[in-house]
């Protein structure tokens, strides 16, 4: 992936948030194909964008949920709204030397899932073990919870966790204690069920 170039937008001013979904503008320098000059947009999108869709993506340091609204630019963008009055002008790439592709501005609104330590969390209750308890949030997102991480007065009886003497099932809260990426574009989150 190019270059980017992020912007603060409503939904992400800078501060850290507590919800794990967020909405950013930003803009990425991306090589075009020249088998997309046609229809350029939707060649980077299927190029750039659309293989990382619920995935990790690190120029977004987090999962990649949907975009909307791109634009192509010859320039980056300045600031945080973009200017209509070239909508309907011709976008001129950029090539460089012999190289077989030429450059352009991508710039769009991006959701993404990025929690952070310290956020809390819900999940379902989907494996139970002595070592660990396996959670499943907003119905696509694996956490585990480790042996150390569960409270002092749940027990094990052998098959199931239990709290005040009933299996612990349903929807749980959690706060998450580290998020990293894997290197296939999967994500690992390992949360605590201690001071919810």
């Not at 000059?37 to 964008?49: M, N, S, T």
């Not at 209509?84 to 991508?106: A, H, P, Q, R, T």
């Not at 749940?154 to 009933?166: A, Y």
């Not at 990293?180 to 001071?195: F, N």
Request: with cysteine; hydrophobic share 30%; proline share 6%.
């Amino acid at each position: 992936m190019g270059k980017s170039k992020h912007s603060k937008s409503a939904a992400s001013d800078g501060k850290k948030s507590a919800a794990p979904f967020l909405q950013i503008r930003t803009s990425f320098y991306l090589p075009l194909s020249p088998c997309a000059y046609r229809y350029a947009l939707d060649g980077l999108c299927a190029e750039h964008l659309s293989p990382h869709v619920l995935q990790y993506y690190p120029p977004l340091h987090g999962v990649l949920l949907s975009y909307t609204n791109l634009s192509l630019s010859q320039q980056p963008p300045r600031g945080t709204t973009t200017d209509s009055s070239d909508e309907d002008e011709s976008v001129l790439c950029k090539s460089i030397n012999e190289y077989g592709v030429s450059f352009v501005w991508l710039t769009g609104d991006f959701t993404i899932f990025r929690p952070e330590k310290g956020t809390t969390l819900e999940g379902d209750v989907n494996l139970q073990s002595e070592s660990v308890l396996g959670l499943m949030c907003y119905n696509y997102f694996n956490a585990s919870v480790d042996r150390d991480s569960v409270p002092e007065d749940w027990t094990w009886d052998g098959e199931h966790w239990l709290r005040n003497g009933k299996s612990v099932s349903g929807r749980v809260s959690f706060k998450v204690v580290d998020f990293e990426p894997s290197g296939d574009g999967a994500i690992s989150i390992t949360g605590s069920l201690k001071e919810v």
